[in-house]
């Protein structure tokens, strides 16, 4: 745990210095906007990921069949085709449905999605993980389905279901380079923009790739604590 938190400053240090030595700290401001526009998307596309996914999961284990179906095509759909056409789709195609979307919400929508349809898969496993007698516990304590699952069971799957959902979390931070190709300036698009202005290219990506390694070393940190505490609620002790 602690390496990590090295690794996370010496990246955000490391970058600066580079930035500062190698005179395109005037460059940084540009940099950081783009940063923001990447962790906006980050962070938004990561709460949309985690609704969709407990919906689609709970309507394909639990829901009646026209919902069971509606799951399983929301995850086949969005697993099964590329992030940047869902992005392109849901951008150039909606309109002429007439629901038009800012660039900004598109970017969040679609991949929060996109990563949401591979969560699905995630909170199934994790709620399918859970022993089977603690169901049938419940049952015999004459706990409703509902209450068995919200207190019994989600708790339990909640220490499981944390370490994956990390990982999916820093593939949805990588696939926010895609954005620029519909009008945002992220992180990556600033650097390639910068770059094409100076012909800096050294310094600058290495700076922007210490930026993303920071970020995702961020999110594994903040993934790690909240294992911590779910497994210190269920009585669990020390996650390592």
Same mark, same amino acid.
């Given at each position: 745990? @602690?390496w990590l938190v090295v690794i996370a400053i010496?990246?955000?240090?490391?970058?600066?210095?580079? =930035?500062?030595?190698?005179?395109?700290?005037?460059?940084? &401001?540009?940099? /950081? #906007?783009? *940063?923001?526009?990447?962790?906006?998307?980050?962070?938004?596309? %990561?709460?949309?990921? +985690?609704?969709? =996914?407990?919906?689609?999961?709970?309507?394909?284990?639990?829901?009646?069949?026209?919902?069971?179906?509606?799951?399983?095509? !929301?995850?086949?759909?969005?697993?099964?085709?590329?992030?940047?056409?869902?992005?392109?789709?849901?951008?150039? +195609?909606?309109?002429?449905?007439?629901?038009?979307?800012?660039?900004?919400?598109?970017?969040?929508?679609?991949?929060? /999605?996109? +990563?949401?349809? !591979?969560? =699905?898969?995630?909170?199934?496993? $994790?709620?399918?993980?859970? &022993?089977?007698?603690?169901?049938?516990?419940? +049952? *015999?304590?004459?706990?409703? #389905?509902?209450?068995?699952?919200?207190?019994?069971?989600? &708790?339990?799957?909640?220490?499981?279901?944390?370490?994956?959902?990390?990982?999916?979390?820093?593939?949805?931070?990588?696939?926010? =380079?895609?954005? %620029?190709?519909?009008?945002? $300036?992220?992180l990556a698009f600033k650097a390639q923009q910068?770059?094409?202005?100076?012909?800096?290219?050294?310094?600058?990506?290495? @700076?922007?790739?210490?930026?993303?390694?920071?970020? $995702?070393?961020?999110?594994?940190?903040?993934?790690?604590?909240?294992?911590? #505490? *779910?497994?210190?609620?269920?009585?669990?002790?020390?996650? %390592?």
């Amino acid at each position: 745990m @602690t390496w990590l938190v090295v690794i996370a400053i010496l990246s955000f240090t490391l970058g600066l210095v580079i =930035a500062s030595l190698t005179s395109i700290g005037d460059f940084v &401001p540009e940099l /950081l #906007r783009g *940063a923001w526009v990447t962790i906006q998307i980050t962070a938004g596309g %990561s709460v949309v990921a +985690v609704v969709a =996914a407990v919906i689609a999961a709970m309507g394909k284990m639990y829901g009646p069949l026209p919902i069971r179906w509606l799951s399983v095509a !929301y995850i086949e759909t969005f697993r099964g085709t590329s992030a940047l056409v869902q992005l392109f789709w849901l951008f150039y +195609v909606l309109p002429y449905f007439g629901i038009t979307l800012g660039a900004m919400e598109v970017g969040i929508f679609a991949l929060g /999605l996109n +990563v949401g349809a !591979y969560g =699905a898969e995630v909170v199934r496993g $994790s709620i399918g993980s859970v &022993p089977r007698g603690q169901w049938e516990a419940c +049952v *015999a304590l004459n706990m409703t #389905r509902v209450q068995t699952l919200v207190r019994v069971i989600l &708790p339990q799957a909640l220490v499981a279901m944390i370490p994956p959902w990390g990982n999916l979390f820093i593939e949805l931070l990588k696939a926010t =380079a895609l954005v %620029s190709l519909i009008t945002l $300036s992220d992180l990556a698009f600033k650097a390639q923009q910068l770059n094409q202005n100076t012909l800096r290219t050294i310094e600058i990506f290495t @700076t922007v790739l210490l930026a993303y390694l920071a970020i $995702s070393l961020l999110i594994t940190l903040g993934m790690r604590a909240l294992e911590r #505490r *779910a497994a210190r609620g269920l009585g669990r002790g020390r996650v %390592s």
